[in-house]
């Protein structure tokens, strides 16, 4: 394994930043002012649109494809994409500016891969260009949905069409006026084997019948222009040309979509991770009580120590996890992918933690991104499968594997 990156990726890796430097750290008070003000309630930063340009003029635009999707891709593989990731995990937010933000990512991957020539020219080449958003509709209130062989909204056939009932909640972009697309996985036969039950189709947004019941906090936020929010959907109808892939193809779907998608969140969250440390260490540099820098203190020292081993350890996985999904495929590198799953983002909490302690009463405002860092983590640690599921699903290879030595 080589993890020097290439001439063309050091490039990027230089672009990004002088981008992230010109427009985007700059705008980020105004930015949060925006975002947290309820009288912007659901509409997304005014400055997005102008940025989304720039950075697709300037190519820097859905670089997480990877280039097995062809036409498609911006020709990076998945180790190339993952120091560009952690820079805009640095702003968590600017990822949209890329085109490079979830839940669109993991739509546009689903889309790319199993879509039919129709729904590719309908739904994902907007995508593409960023002229609308999407939101991926999975977690039921009834149910435990890190088991997805239990979701059950019901999609049940009714001459050339589908008619679907059901709860969805924790759903993420749903808010956004710019959210045209709704993947939706769901129930097109009980009786089939457990894996091949679910289905997933595409609803337009406008729909009749997608109602929402009401949005949803995360820790106190509500994520706006995004947002997340329970659903009700009530009779409603889409063509059975709508389906992606077949009946009983969903769960099969959903684990591939959910693989990426999860190497690009810790990506990010090595990024946050790796700012906080960057802000806590200015901190502590600058700040004197009892007659001694903060950053003379021993315990201080080692806290910055012990996040930077941290760091290091979790972006060398990263790397490894990112190189495995290239040269083996995601189904091969299903074991580091569970791995940095649950690595990464502990990671992050654990080293945003420190840095919030190291600046007292500060570190838990706004002041700094470093609090919304630690939130973002702390629930990324149950988005895309919680740790537990994923390590179950670790434990279960790595002993087949070892016992079959
Ligand atoms: C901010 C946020 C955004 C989200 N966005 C979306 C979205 O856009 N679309 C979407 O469909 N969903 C979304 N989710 C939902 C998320 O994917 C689910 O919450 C997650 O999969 C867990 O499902 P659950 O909430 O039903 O928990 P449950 O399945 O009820 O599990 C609860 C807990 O049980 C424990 N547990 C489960 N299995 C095991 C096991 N095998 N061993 C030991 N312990 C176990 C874990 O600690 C787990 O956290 C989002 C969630 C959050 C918080």
């Known amino acids: 394994m080589d993890f020097e990156h290439s001439d063309k990726v050091k490039g990027l890796i230089a672009q990004l930043n002088k981008f992230m430097d010109e427009h985007i750290y700059p705008a980020e008070e105004e930015h949060h002012a925006w975002a947290t003000n309820l009288e912007n309630l659901w509409k997304p930063w005014p400055g997005i649109e102008a940025l989304k340009e720039k950075a697709k003029a300037e190519g820097l635009w859905n670089l997480f494809l990877p280039e097995e999707y062809g036409e498609f891709s911006a020709g990076l593989t998945n180790l190339e994409y993952a120091p560009l990731a952690e820079i805009m995990g640095r702003a968590p937010w600017s990822s949209e500016v890329f085109n490079c933000s979830a839940p669109d990512t993991g739509n546009m991957e689903v889309l790319a891969k199993f879509g039919t020539k129709e729904q590719q020219k309908e739904w994902l080449m907007p995508l593409l260009n960023g002229e609308i958003r999407s939101a991926y509709l999975m977690t039921e209130p009834q149910v435990a949905s890190s088991d997805a062989t239990n979701i059950e909204t019901e999609i049940k056939a009714d001459g050339d069409d589908y008619v679907i009932n059901g709860r969805k909640w924790w759903i993420s972009g749903i808010m956004d006026p710019r959210c045209k697309l709704l993947l939706m996985m769901g129930k ?134 990112a190189h495995h999904m290239d040269k083996y495929g995601n189904k091969e590198a299903r074991d580091i992918i569970a791995a940095i799953k649950v690595v990464a983002p502990q990671m992050a909490q654990n080293v945003t933690d420190r840095a919030i302690q190291a600046h007292g009463g500060m570190g838990v405002s706004s002041d700094t991104p470093i609090a919304y860092f630690f939130t973002l983590n702390r629930f990324l640690r149950i988005a895309d499968g919680p740790d537990e599921v994923h390590m179950s699903q670790l434990g279960k290879l790595k002993i087949k594997e070892y016992n079959a030595l």
């Open 188 to 321: 097109t036969n009980p009786d089939a084997p457990r894996h091949q039950q679910q289905s997933t189709v595409i609803i337009p947004r406008d729909t009749p019948g997608v109602h929402i019941v009401r949005n949803q906090t995360v820790f106190g936020s509500l994520h706006s222009p995004g947002g997340e929010a329970e659903l009700r959907l009530e009779n409603v109808r889409i063509p059975k040309s709508n389906i992606i892939l077949g009946e009983g193809r969903g769960f099969e779907i959903a684990q591939g979509r959910l693989g990426p998608g999860r190497i690009h969140h810790c990506m990010r969250s090595i990024g946050q991770a790796q700012r906080a440390l960057e802000i806590m260490a200015k901190r502590v540099e600058s700040r004197v009580a009892f007659g001694k820098k903060l950053s003379d203190q021993s315990s201080i020292r080692q806290d910055i120590a012990r996040s930077y081993c941290e760091i290091e350890q979790a972006r060398l996985l990263t790397l490894k996890a």
